[in-house]
């Protein structure tokens, strides 16, 4: 299974941005989705959860300000990113809890996609 993120850049302070996460290759099940993000000389940290029955969480440090989503049918997620501030600045990187038909489960990352805030 592969992931690829898509969606990053630079925005101002207050702006907003859209990411996006396409699964593709052999997949079986995909479980839950999520976006993770790691900034410079930290740790990488949860963002946000999607599970497959629609179940969503987010870090409380994002919480009224981003949303996530899935299209099942494409396989994808997405993160919308509104009110943006200097400190969500990061790497973010999206992941697959994906169950084979033999009942291997496997977590997928995709490569990750720079978001930076600043004036």
């Known amino acids: 299974v592969l992931l690829v993120e898509s969606g990053g850049g630079l925005v101002q302070p207050g702006g907003s941005l859209r990411l996006s996460c396409a699964a593709s290759g052999s997949i079986f099940t995909i479980n839950a989705m999520a976006w993770y ?10 963002v946000a ?6 179940r ?4 409380d440090a994002v919480k009224g ?3 996530i989503s899935r299209d099942y049918a494409k396989n994808m997620v997405y993160l919308q990113m509104n009110s943006l501030k200097p400190e ?9 809890d ?9 977590l997928y990352w995709g490569q990750g996609t720079q978001v930076t805030v600043s004036s």
Do not use: I
């Open 37 to 46: 993000r790691q900034a410079p000389g930290k740790e990488r940290e949860l």
């Open 49 to 54: 959860t999607a599970s497959s029955g629609g």
């Open 56 to 59: 969503l969480n987010y870090a």
């Open 65 to 67: 300000r981003f949303t």
């Open 88 to 96: 969500d600045t990061a790497v973010y990187y999206c992941n697959a």
């Open 98 to 106: 994906h169950t084979k038909w033999t009942g291997t489960r496997t």
